[in-house]
């Protein structure tokens, strides 16, 4: 069996995670100082599975029968992403592994521990190369600053050696013509299907992006699609997996299901943008650029999950589509996984507020929060500025493989900036203020487990990590609890967004590189608290069952 091919084992994560079973014998000796010395104790604190379904009895029938064509693509994304990760020369005999560290294998699309920095959990495997697969393993920087190609940057191009170890450049629709061949078939036979004309525009446009790596009209027609149940993102999309410039896209996708009355709540939030926008807390240079009109807010029960988005911790909330140019003129859609979150929320956030919350705090940690929250992280992705103030290009050029850490960083603290705004206009209208201060530091912890190999991880740890030093929150070393200081965190909410904020239209690479380095880590005291969270067997993050036959379909 081709080992980028496995299919995820999730039945037997599952029984594993349920009974604690014994693995099948290894042939290979763990290594040492790694977190995978039991397999089936690092499954069971880690993952917790999670079944993902939806209401079918709100879908016509067309759409009963697109979703199965929608799976099946996506899992064509699936296999481009195991390409992506796991460089060639990379083996694994997935036959000698137990049935823990194969399951294990296959959550972290690769021998290596997504939520522990990347370490290897396998035997005789080395670390896992800052490039992924996008770059030769033996490729220097200094090589390839000096390499002439113009599309070297391009977000949709490998970067390989010619018959004369020169680097050279070739596309994706080239590296992966047969997958991309069929994928396409499959989204023109959901076109051809679909109730929606505008559904099936964009997935005919999606197609033909598929076998031209040219995505910015679909991506268009994604935008303008207003009238369909079904959604479905897919292609190489986000930038985390690669590790040393943050240039290539890797290959994703959701297939969702519209929750209709949760977005018609959220569209009135739209209509601020531009007035948040110009009420950053930060100089006039720095939200001079004024956010798509366009802009989108709903609603989704996710169905499926693959590739990217599926690796190690699992995306609650998606914001696209990333072209700055399209940004500005059209806006974007934050979609919000409203079924995979409401998972996290009471399978982990709830515990880690049981064991790190103040006892008196924890009545202000709601579902209502967590989502607004998580929903304003998205919508503040559309905030400040994508060119650099000084000439230096766009912001993701300029901060190269910090880009997407400070930009997650940048989007949960503006994204808790938006929430005060709201909240102090009347125009939120559930809870008190406290109820998001509290449940955001508790998503502090939930999101810092995320690793430092992950950019979610490392903006979660920045964040707890200046805030510590702003007294936004104190220690209890009785209850061994964190509570939150209202007026010290309100303070500390804007300093930190005016800094990101800086950093980036100033295009600063050496400041940013220098902030992650001083506060982008987990300290010892903050480690000794997670540590505690793994002790008690709470979970990082959760693995789906998915597919057809979960749904029913």
Known sequence: MNRLLAPICLGVLTAMILMSCQPESQTTTPPPATPAEN???????????????TDLAALSESDKKLIPLLIEAAQIMDQLFWKEAVPANVYVDISKLSSAERAFYDINYGPWDRLEGNEPFIAGIGPKPAGANFYPTNMTKEEFEAFSNPKKKDLYTLIRRDEREQLEIVPYHEAFREEVKRAAELLNQAANISDSKEFSKYLRLRAKALLRDDYDTSDIAWLDMKDNTLDLIIGPIETYEDQLFGYKAAHEAYVLVKDQAWSQRLER????????QAG?????????????????????????????????????????????????????????????MKAKYDKILLPIADLLIAEDQREHLTFEAFFANTMFHEVAHGLGIKETINGKGTVRESLREESSALEEGKADILGIYMVEQLFQRGEITEGKLEDYYVTFLAGIFRSVRFGASSAHGRANSLRFNFFKERGAFSYDQDTQTYRVNPEQMRAAIADLSELILTLQGDGDYEGVKKLMSEKGKIGSELQADLDRLNEAGIPVDVVFEQGTQVLGL
């Open 269 to 276: 939030y739209v209509a601020f943008l531009p007035t948040l």
């Open 39 to 53: 397999p089936e104790r690092v499954l069971v604190q880690k993952y917790v599975p999670v079944k993902l379904t």
């Open 280 to 340: 950053l807390p930060v100089d006039e240079r720095y939200k001079a650029e004024t956010p798509g009109g366009d802009a989108q807010l709903n609603a989704y029960d996710v169905v499926y999950y693959a590739g990217d988005c599926n690796a190690g911790s699992k995306t609650i909330a998606v914001n696209l589509p990333n072209d700055e140019d399209i940004q500005r003129q059209k806006g974007t859609r934050r979609s919000q996984l409203k079924n995979a």
